[in-house]
């Protein structure tokens, strides 16, 4: 089977370990910087170790998955090759893609359902001027599903980034909010012509549910 024909996945893993969970929000902001952090790694790129399947992916429907670990499956999916991204209280390993029938052992056998968790307090208004994935208010969707969709909107916001500003978000170490919309933005944002993710609908929503969108200020022509 060619590459064309098959289908390639990239795997996230939260730690969550029994005395101590992450917040919400700061999982989905670790994933969505996880993300950014596999797309702009120099093995990634050009003849980089990653590349070639990055590519496949990236030609392909780029799938994510979201696995969580804890003790002994956390240590030994960290031995697998990776990049840990960590937040306040979430910590998040990114691993580049694998067709789907070659997923590591070590990695398939993780949990992907059951993942939801709370903020310990409402999050804040995001700091002026930094990147926003703004959560469809009229969803539902479990923790590890949203943290799927933000990785889906960090992606395209970085694919339509000119390369200044990708590189401005890179050295900053990636700052992003993700904050869920009130109905009224939720309907403004939609007519901005921002990136949207538009899910296949294969768990948790319809097929084309538009689950978040990427407000990053360059997309707009705002300074960043």
Known sequence: MSSEEREFVL????????????????????????????????????????????????????????????????????????????GTTAVVRVFPPVPLDEVPKDLA??????????????????????PVLWVNPQLEMSTGKTMAQVGHAAHLAWLDLPAAARKTWQSADFPVAVRTATAPHWSALLRTGLPVVQDAGFTEVEPGSCTVIADHPALLGREY
């Open 11 to 86: 795997t996230l893993v939260l730690q969550v370990e029994k005395a101590v969970r992450p917040g919400q929000t700061d999982a989905l902001e670790t994933a969505a910087r996880a993300v950014l952090a596999i797309l702009a790694d120099e093995r990634s790129a050009g003849d980089g170790e990653w590349a070639a399947a990055m590519r496949d992916w990236q030609d392909a429907r780029i799938r994510k998955v979201v696995r969580r670990a804890r003790g002994a499956e956390w240590r030994r999916a960290s031995a697998l090759a990776g990049i840990t991204v960590t």
């Open 109 to 130: 056998k993780l949990q992907v359902t059951g993942t939801d968790l709370e903020d310990p307090e409402p999050p804040g208004e995001p700091e002026p001027g930094t």
